[in-house]
C-alpha cells in the first residue's frame, strides 16, 4: 500500500487515542502503520535529504495539525492524548477529517492564516487537485527540483568543455574527494601514463599508499562492455588493481555487470553521478541562497 498522506492520517490518529490513554509518537508510528499495511520498506523510506522518514513526517505533521485545532493535546515530550472536542468529533461519526474539516475550528483558522494565500474564487481548476505533502516535503521536492536541474546544466556545461578543461575538472573533484594527495601532486599524475585505456594516474591517499588509473571520456553515446575491457586490460598490464572509469553519457548493463565480475576494482562513475558529486562537493558552484530548518527543543522548556 502507498504512503497515506498526512490528511489521511487526521481521522485514523485520534481514532487511536479513542482509549482516553497518553500515548507516545513510537505507538502512534507503529499502530498507523499497521492501520495502513505499510510494509517495512514503506515505514522506513526517506524524505530526499535522508534525515527523517517519510511516513514519521506525515504523521507527526497530521498530529501537528490536529493540536493546532484542538482535538488533541500534548502532554509531554513525545506524547499526547485526545481532547473533548476530539472526543465529540469522533463521537459524531465523521468519515474524513482533512484541513477543510479542521477549518470549522477557530484555532486552525487562525493558524492556517499565516499560510499562503488560497486560490481565487474565479480560479478553474481543470486537473485533480494534487496530494498536499507536508511542508518539509514541499521544502525538499522543490530543492530536489533545484537540484535535477543544477546537474542537467553542469552535464551540458562539461561536454562542451574542452578535454583539457574536462581533465581538470576531473582531478580538481577527486582532490576535493580525498584523493590524490595535493592539488598540485594530482596535476603532476594525470595524462603522464601513455599506455592505451589509461589517460591518467592519482594517488589513493596522501602518502600514495596505492595508485588509482583514470579514464576520463566525453562521450555522448553509451560506454559499452568493450571499451571497460580495454580499460581492465590496461590495468592488468600495469599490475593495477584499482581504476575509475569517468564518462559524461552512461554505462550499459553489460559494462556494468563486467566491472563487477572482474578481480580488478573500477568504480563507473556516468554523467548523473558525476553531476552530484560536483555539487555535492560544490566544485563549479556557489550557494546562491541558505535555509536552515529549525525544530523546537523539547528539553529546553522543561523544568528539571
Known sequence: MAIPDYQDIMLPLPQFLGDQQEHSLREAYDS???????????????LPSGQQEVFHNRVGWARNYLRKAGLIVSTRRGCFHITPRGLATLSEGVQ????QYLSQFQEFRDFRSIKREKKTDNETQTEPAPVEVTPEEALEGAYQSLRDELAHEII????SSSPGLFE?????LLVKMGYGGSRRDAGQAIGKSGDEGIDGIIKEDRLGLDIIYIQAKKWENTVGRPEIQKFAGALQGQRARKGIFITTSNFSNEAHEY???????????????????????NLGFSPAATYEIKRIDSDYFTEE
Open 168 to 172: 581538470k575538472i576531473v582531478i580538481e
Open 259 to 281: 566491472a563487477l565480475r572482474i578481480d580488478s576494482k573500477i568504480v563507473l562513475i556516468d554523467g548523473d553521478v558525476l553531476s552530484q558529486l560536483m555539487i555535492d562537493h
Open 156 to 159: 551540458q556545461q562539461l561536454k
Open 32 to 46: 498507523l502503520g499497521d492501520h495502513f499495511e505499510l510494509s517495512q520498506e514503506e515505514r522506513k523510506e526517506l
Open 96 to 99: 474524513n477529517i482533512d484541513n
